[in-house]
Structures are given as C-alpha cells and as structure tokens.
C-alpha cells in the first residue's frame, strides 16, 4: 500500500484526493503553532501523533503532519499579548521573530521565505515552506510612525487588530467602549504596509476599520482576511458580510476558510467538515473562484469539527469538493495557487 493509499484508507476518503493535496501547492494561510513553541517548547519538527486535548483548542499541526497532509508552504504567526505594556511589545516581538527563525533553521526539512521566488526555490528542493506573519500591530507600538517598525526582510503579512481594540482601531470583537474604526495611528500602520509590500490581513478588523483600509490602501497591492467564516451561511461578528468578499476579491486577494466550529456552525445545519465546505462554496459564489483559500488557524485556540481535530485530514476537503462536483483545476486554487498569484504580485 502506498502512502497515499494508507492516509487514504485512514480517513476513508478517495485516493485521488490524497494524490491532490500532495502535486498541489498547498498553502494554509493562518498557523499558530509557533504559540506552543515559545510556550511549552512544542517543537514542530516533531512528529505528534495524538493531537493535544484530543484536538481541541491545540496540538493540531507540526511540520511532518503538514507534509503528510500535502502542505507546501504556511503563514506562521507571532501573536501578539495584548496584555502586554506597549513598552516592551516591540523588544517581545524582535524576541519572537528570532526564536522562530532559529527554530525553522535548526530543523530539517522546512525553510523562511519572503517572496514569491524563495517559495518557489523551497517547493523545488522539497521543503515546507514557512511565511511569517504577525497578529496584532500593536506589537509595533514602540516605533514612532512605523517607518522602521516593520521587520519587512521576515514578516510577509500583518493583522492591524486582532482580539481587542487598541490605539490603532478597533476588533470585530464585540467589546464595548472602542475607539474609530481605524485610528490615525491605524492609518500610518496601512501606509507603512504598502510602503514595504506587506501584506495587510483584515482577519479581526471592525467592518469601520475595515472600509476605512479600502479606502486608504494601495489599489495595486492584494489585500488578505486569512481566516474568517461568511455572513451569508453564518451570521457572526468575526465572519465577513459578501460586500467585504467581493471588495477583497477586487484587490486581487484572497479570503481564507477558518475552521473554528463556532464561527460555521448554523441552526439546522451540518456538523461536520461539511460546513466548511459551504462557506467555501459560498465564497466562491460571491468572489468567484479566485479569491478562495484555506486558512484554518489550527493551533490557535480552535476547536475544529472532529473530523479534522489533527491537521493530516486537510485531505478530506478535497475529498468532499471532487465530491460536490468542483473540478481539480478550481480546488488547486483554493489550496494554493490563488495566494501564490497574489503573494508574486506583491513580493515576486
């Protein structure tokens, strides 16, 4: 039996979805696994085999179940504290980006890349490649107007706002007493962005803040949500309405498919992987073929279906889109050529 013929076997789905993860580039826009590293010393060269808390919340990904599911490439993140003091945010940060770096080099089999061609160069040599991005811009604070903030030569994307407000807008979060959508410190953060072909993720931003970047942004530069459900199968705050779907899509962007049960999950309807399939299908209804992605956010305090609690099941999407009708051609997109299309535009 083959390799892909026992993860197959495994997850009871057809070998030709197996066999398309793995020829396919395969990027998962939104990892949070580095979280474990610095704070239990996971170590994601480790194969884990049962994950953490029987898939819930972490656990759910390391770099030799990322090439078993058939990942080419991820967005690692840096989470910000937002409890941290803005004074020391910046010194925590630069800490973080080394810690990661070193990781990554000091294992085998993976590789930090900043542009288009430096992927294209670890997918030729056949190792993961790892994207940094940061969560949360507040961890840029110290610097005064950004203009030497942005650690441009490792950080390929930033999420202005994540869980709480803070001086540069304000979250989806339905927390009370925020500020504008989009501060002026806000404004100087998207500027500082396109300045250094950074990619901004709108994951997390109020709507207010939200239009705000579109009106304030390059018009020639991609712009990313990483990891978010829709309006139009699940009303919920975090997820994006189909005017955000469609204005992203205008940008040449993408939009990636979280896996966070609670931001999927509507009265009536399933609960199982199948929900994640209707918020792609819906995305691709509203933005057409080209803005999908996948972006699960595993290991970031998730509780995915059980069906994909341990991240070698990515198979089991493709599996239901051939299923469903969708041709192979449309799911290379959604697994990594739409983000790659928009990463060589941006960073070439």
């Not at 398309?20 to 994601?44: M, N, Q």
């Not at 972490?58 to 989470?79: K, N, Q, Y």
Request: glycine share 10%; proline share 6%.
């Amino acid at each position: 039996m083959t390799p892909a013929q026992e993860l197959a076997r495994r997850l009871d789905i057809s070998v030709e979805a197996v066999e398309l993860c793995r020829a396919s580039d395969f990027i998962d826009l939104h990892l949070d696994g580095f979280i474990l590293t610095r704070s239990i010393g996971y170590d994601l060269f480790k194969e884990h085999p049962s994950p953490i808390g029987g898939g819930r919340f972490f656990g759910h990904l390391d770099i030799p179940r990322c090439d078993d599911a058939g990942l080419t490439g991820a967005m690692w993140s840096i989470t910000t504290n937002p409890l941290r003091p803005a004074r020391s945010r910046d010194r925590v940060l630069q800490k973080n980006l080394r810690a990661l770096r070193a990781h990554i080099e000091q294992g085998k089999g993976a590789r930090v890349v900043r542009t288009k061609s430096e992927y294209d160069a670890a997918r030729a040599a056949g190792e993961h490649a790892v994207l940094i991005v940061l969560q949360g811009g507040n961890a840029l604070s110290a610097a005064q107007g950004y203009a030497d903030a942005i650690p441009d030569e490792l950080v390929v994307a930033v999420t202005p706002l994540h869980l709480t407000h803070s001086f540069l807008g304000k979250s989806s979060t339905p927390i009370p007493f925020a500020p504008a959508g989009l501060t002026s410190a806000g404004e100087a953060l998207i500027e500082s962005l396109n300045h250094h072909r950074v990619f901004i993720d709108l994951a997390h931003i109020h709507p207010d803040g939200f239009w705000r970047v579109m009106d304030i942004a390059d018009k020639s530069q991609p712009i990313l949500d990483t990891h978010t459900g829709v309006c139009g199968v699940t009303p919920h705050w975090r997820n994006l309405d189909d005017d955000q779907i469609r204005a992203i899509a205008d940008t040449g962007g993408v939009v990636g498919i979280i896996f966070q049960t609670s931001f999927l999950t509507r009265p009536g309807g399933p609960r199982d992987e199948m929900m994640i399939i209707e918020h792609i299908e819906h995305l691709i209804d509203v933005g057409g073929e080209d803005v999908a992605a996948l972006g699960s956010d595993y290991d970031g305090a998730i509780v995915p279906p059980k069906s994909l609690r341990d991240g070698r099941s990515f198979p089991l999407i493709v599996d239901r889109l051939l299923a469903r009708g969708h041709t192979p051609a449309r799911i290379e997109k959604l697994l990594g050529t739409n983000f790659l299309r928009a990463f060589e535009q941006l960073r070439p």
